[in-house]
């Protein structure tokens, strides 16, 4: 067994879903390992990692509007309001989605589901720098 | 170090949690592997896993029930519709619980606490094949 | 590639975030591995993992007075209730949150961001004695 790692950096474009499976398994298929388990780690507690379905991008706009709905951007409900009203509501949506994916790898590739692409999921409104770290171990 | 991998197919019998601690511990105790970390991926978005207390029963109907309170399903709500009124709630219910599930591994066994079960949450009322990507890397 | 792990016994104070990152990152850098992965696997299912900014306490409390919005204390609400008000929706604010963490690890430490802790999150008002398990791969 043999492993590798990368950081992959995305900007985001604001509040929402933004999928990097294809940046993801490019990596992974460059390492040469046949069989394995990818790690994605996002270095932020403003933004997290899901995986979603690929298929009709209602899906995403649909799993934003349910977070807005579930963690209101309210100053009023929240102590920490100094980097600004979106700022808790990103770090309660961090703790309640993923802020680390392991996905196996065989056959060379990304174990995932036909319809399952990999999301970095932004909770802020402007647009950030987001550091993914990816970490595969295998042979 | 090696590793091993393997798929198990779950037929689900309706939306709500389905123990699966007795299958994959048997193929963890199959695979020789003192020392080492089990990985389980779930290939769909409209059924996720948890680990929850396996003692009683009340506690999964207690889990569904939350929820089904939590993301309504109300067509109203959702744009993604067109696969059921109980689709987009269920690839919401996924994004809040786990994808995928770290274990490690150690004297053989799986080094859960003692009222820890592994349970495949069907999201969909309607009996599905499910599949669960086993990996299991050690030595 | 080689392995480790070990048992990390802490000591809870009642409800609320717990950091954890200075116990873990001491055994890490103990361990020898320059680059690897490392899994934080709680043994419970009324306390839970998540990462979070720590930097400002507040948003400790914030995170933890959302999740005591969200999940009810309500006994009115539940089956599971003979160990007490605070069981059920512990096992559910387990659900929402993690049961295990995968950390990269690099140049011999953690690869968290900046601003990221570990924090083990009690969920029941008791202090309770928590047993988490870290496992490392790498070379």
Redesign the interface.
């Known amino acids: 067994?043999?492993?590798a790692?990368h950081i992959l950096s995305i900007r985001t474009r604001g509040q929402g879903l933004h999928e990097v499976t294809r940046e993801v398994a490019a990596w992974v298929a460059e390492q040469g390992i046949g069989?394995?388990?990818l790690?994605v780690?996002?270095?932020?507690?403003s933004a997290s990692l899901?995986?979603?379905?690929n298929a009709?991008p209602?899906?995403q706009?649909?799993?934003e509007?349910?977070f807005r709905r579930?963690?209101k951007e309210d100053p009023s409900?929240?102590?920490?309001t100094?980097e600004g009203p979106d700022d808790?509501p990103a770090?309660?949506r961090?703790?309640?989605?993923?802020?680390?994916?392991?996905?196996?790898v065989?056959g060379g590739r990304l174990?995932?589901?036909?319809?399952?692409g990999i999301y970095l999921f932004e909770h802020r409104h402007r647009s950030h720098m987001r550091?993914l770290?990816l970490?595969l171990?295998?042979?």
């Open positions: 067994m043999t492993q790692q069989t394995g388990l790690t780690f996002c270095q932020h507690t899901t995986i979603q379905e009709d209602d899906v706009v649909d799993l509007a349910f579930l963690v409900l929240y102590r920490h100094m808790m770090h309660i961090g703790a309640l989605t993923d802020v680390s994916l392991t996905i196996p065989s174990a995932l589901g036909t319809w399952q550091r770290v970490h171990a295998g042979g």
